[in-house]
């Protein structure tokens, strides 16, 4: 196992990040992705640290707040030393069920000041923790100031209960406006996004990943099979199947695309003796920008094959076959920049 810097700080994180979503299942939508119980976690979660991973991700709405106590119950269970495990774990939707828009709870969601300071109460308490390593913003709140959501995220780390803020699913001049308002105030900046990314879906590519190499933050990513897509146990001329995709199709992908990637990639796993999983997940790790790959898994046999992803090494042949089968179409103003920056890029390269 590698570990790497979490953006533009000191701390360190492994490759693979052990994600939290099968915990628990609790409700109609966390059911579907899976539900755990405490003795599965605690098995999951004991293999992941033996295999090196000092990074796990939760939230507060996976189960209804369920992923949460049973990742604290786990930590404590195994007898985990604080120092050695990173745990990440996000704020922004409502727990404890599914509530409507408006009435009781019509405070508690969004990223609102009100809801931070609220949310990390619960967070910490469900984890058994007295701090947080690094809480994210789970999605873009159109009804509360960036200004207002910078600061009290600035507020929690200087109080200590958070020692590093990130984001997920947020545009690209989103967090440069959020990091602009924390570099004017001087208060804390986003070191990290969560986001979607895949070798069937390299959408941040256009605008996210340049911002991140500019800005010096972290990419931690989720979903890198494509809601199991690109597990290997799809073909194109099936329909339906089984596993998470049959009955909660997400994230969205172009069919097409994704199928051109998976038989890419075929030839490449067999040749291995390996599943076409872990090539779906060595790419991403081939890729500069990616800090962590969030896995999750039901099985401990599903772990284990994602644990085998940092032992595969593709070859620059094999890189540039996946590069050309899952390339995105052209777009403006991405053809004009590459047109117009050719030549300043040719001098780069000639003084390097």
């Keep these: 196992m590698r570990y790497r810097k979490l953006g533009d700080t000191g701390l360190f994180v492994s490759q693979l990040c052990l994600g939290t979503m099968t ?17 599965d976690t605690d098995q999951l979660m004991g293999r992941a640290l033996e295999a090196g991973i000092n990074f796990i991700d939760t939230a507060d709405v996976y189960s209804q707040g369920q992923s949460e106590v049973m990742t604290g119950q786990a930590l404590k269970n195994l007898g985990v030393n604080r120092d050695d495990v990173v745990v990440a774990t996000k704020v922004f939707g409502p727990t404890g069920g599914d509530q409507p828009p408006g009435g009781a709870a019509v405070n508690s969601r969004g990223a609102s000041r009100y ?35 910078v600061r009290a995220l600035h507020t ?24 602009g308002i924390a ?51 799809y073909r194109r001329d099936e329909s339906g199947g089984e596993g998470r995709r ?15 990637c998976i038989e890419a990639m075929a030839p490449m796993a067999e040749e291995r003796g390996v599943s076409v999983a872990r090539i779906a997940l060595a790419w991403l790790l081939h890729q500069p920008a990616v800090t962590s790959v969030i896995v999750g898994a039901k099985r401990l046999e599903q772990l284990e094959d994602n644990l085998g992803a940092i032992e595969i090494q593709l070859t620059p042949e094999e890189l540039a076959k996946l590069d050309a089968v899952s390339a995105l179409p052209s777009e ?21």
């Excluded at 984890?127 to 100031?145: E, K």
């Excluded at 049959?246 to 051109?260: G, W």
């Excluded at 403006?332 to 390097?352: H, S, V």
């Design 23 to 39: 915990f628990g299942g609790q409700g109609d939508l966390w059911s579907r992705i899976g539900d755990l119980r405490q003795s």
């Design 115 to 149: 809801h931070i300071m609220e949310g990390v109460k619960a967070s910490l308490k469900r984890l058994q923790l007295d701090h947080i390593d690094l809480y994210q913003i789970h999605g873009f709140d159109p009804a509360t100031p960036i200004e207002e959501t």
């Design 332 to 352: 403006y103003p991405g053809w004009m920049l590459e047109r117009q920056g050719e030549a300043r890029r040719e001098q780069l390269a000639e003084r390097g």
């Design 246 to 260: 049959a009955s909660f199709d997400f994230p969205p992908v172009e069919r097409s695309r994704a199928f051109d």
């Design 156 to 179: 929690l780390v200087e109080h200590g209960h958070v020692r590093y803020i990130g984001v997920s699913n947020w545009a690209a001049w989103q967090i440069m406006k959020a990091q």
């Design 183 to 233: 570099k004017h105030n001087g208060w804390h900046r986003f070191e990290s996004l969560q986001a979607y990314y895949t070798l069937a879906g390299r959408d941040l590519e256009r605008e996210l990943i340049p911002m991140l190499e500019s800005e010096r933050l972290g990419l931690m990513v989720w979903s890198p099979l494509a809601g199991g897509l690109l597990s290997g146990k």
